[in-house]
């Protein structure tokens, strides 16, 4: 018995590693596409507004951020409800935090990035590059520092709208690719159904 489960599982993990090696050149240009599109107009719109420091910094959250929105569509990290509001929610607890924890970064920085990573778990809205957003907030510069919460609204809601407008543009160009994913909805409704089913 455990000798044919263990040939089942090696059956199984060939198929995955060989379909993971497999390249498909229409995937990567529209992760390309996407990613090259959507982080060059946040790009073009951030330039000279921030210090250079700052500009890496938010580029970095949004580059990460591509990744997921283009190059993993499926994950639920990837998800529209996770872009947006793990952004969101992050930024927002950047802010509150340099507010009440101006002069102790040591303090302020891991626990800006602990809060939103609870905070993003408790709404179903965990997005890793959220993390970088709320320590953007707390180790800017005095020009970040002094948006407040207006840095909540412009880089960081803006930025965020805009990755996800070009990437319901770009990841819905073929049938290959559908964003955002319906998996999670369609085992939801399947769950329903066959609770009532049972009852």
């Not at 379909?19 to 790009?43: C, M, N, P, Q, R």
């Not at 949004?62 to 993993?72: K, R």
């Not at 965990?126 to 510069?141: K, M, N, W, Y």
């Amino acid at each position: 018995m455990p000798t044919k489960k263990i040939k089942r599982n090696y059956r199984k993990a060939k198929y995955v590693l060989y379909k993971e090696t497999l390249v498909d050149f229409k995937e990567h240009f529209w992760a390309f596409t996407g990613s090259f599109v959507g982080l060059g107009i946040i790009s073009y719109l951030q330039y000279g507004l921030y210090s250079v420091q700052d500009y890496v910094f938010l580029i970095g959250s949004f580059g990460a951020s591509c990744v997921l929105v283009y190059g993993v569509i499926q994950s639920p990290l990837a998800q529209p409800r996770n872009l947006v509001g793990g952004h969101l929610i992050s930024a927002i607890i950047g802010v509150t935090i340099q507010k009440l924890i101006p002069d102790v970064i040591w303090v302020a920085a891991p626990l800006a990035v602990s809060l939103s990573i609870v905070f993003m778990q408790i709404t179903k809205t965990l997005h890793p590059p959220g993390g970088a957003t709320a320590l953007i907030a707390v180790t800017g510069s005095a020009d970040i520092k002094a948006l407040g919460y207006w840095y909540v609204l412009s880089p960081v809601l803006s930025g965020a709208l805009i990755l996800l407008a070009v990437a319901l543009l770009f990841n819905n160009m073929t049938s290959n690719r559908q964003y955002p994913s319906h998996q999670k909805f369609t085992h939801f409704r399947k769950r329903i159904k066959e609770r009532l089913k049972n009852n």
